[in-house]
């Protein structure tokens, strides 16, 4: 096999070592953190989320092949409201992120008791809006910074509404912070460094107060250690 192939398996369980041991595949589809993801949302908890991505850190040090909807499972612009919120949590996850074609701009479709032929439309043109800008703008930082493919996973704060983790590589920090709540908060959280760039809103951060999040946001706090 061409070395430069990427080699990728699906399997329904989190038993992800029977495809991956003996290098049979080089990573798998995630769908338990991918069904964790879309409760949180819906059911405005981030607890489940925390303990998933714990556990599959712990055990693979990584989340493999991620996703929020495929060809088989509901259209994710279907199944809860901010869906830049979820795409910004899953680039920001140690793994590979995957967008189904159409869903990069919302494309709403769900599964019939006789058929998923709605998840799979035919699209004459691509659409662009906001949601694709986001995905597109989180594209390409993700592609600017190697801490988003090499970095470690650490979780820093956990609560209902919030969540906030770090990752580290040689070159940097990523400090990941996500508030759904409603309201704006400020969180007595210690991020490990006292100064970072908002990669997304292009300006400057100081940690020693804490943190703020505003309402139904998301963050990606860099760090620059070169």
Not at 2 to 12: H, M, N, R
Not at 134 to 146: D, G, P, V
Request: charged share 20%; glycine share 4%; hydrophobic share 35%.
């Amino acid at each position: 096999i061409d070395p430069s192939f990427l080699f990728v398996g699906e399997i329904i369980s989190d038993d992800f070592n029977r495809l991956l041991n003996d290098g049979k595949m080089d990573m798998v589809t995630n769908y338990p953190l991918q069904g964790t993801m879309i409760s949180a949302f819906q059911n405005r908890d981030l607890h489940p989320l925390y303990s998933c991505m714990n556990h599959q850190w712990n055990t693979y040090h990584s989340a493999g092949f991620l996703f929020l909807d495929n060809h088989d499972v509901n259209r994710i612009a279907s199944m809860i409201s901010h869906v830049d919120l979820a795409y910004s949590l899953m680039f920001a996850l140690p793994g590979m992120p995957c967008i189904y074609y159409g869903s990069e701009w919302g494309t709403k479709a769900k599964r019939t008791p006789y058929s998923d032929l709605k998840l799979r439309p035919c699209f004459k043109k691509p659409i662009r809006n906001d949601l694709s800008r986001c995905i597109r703008n989180l594209t390409e930082i993700r592609h600017a910074y190697s801490v988003f493919s090499e970095g470690d996973y650490v979780p820093l704060y956990i609560s209902g509404k919030q969540f906030v983790f770090r990752r580290r590589n040689e070159r940097g920090q990523l400090t990941f912070a996500l508030n759904i709540a409603d309201t704006d908060v400020y969180l007595d959280c210690n991020p490990e460094v006292m100064n970072a760039i908002d990669l997304i809103q292009k300006k400057k951060a100081d940690f020693h107060q804490g943190l703020f999040l505003e309402k139904e946001s998301a963050y990606y706090f860099y760090s620059d250690w070169i």
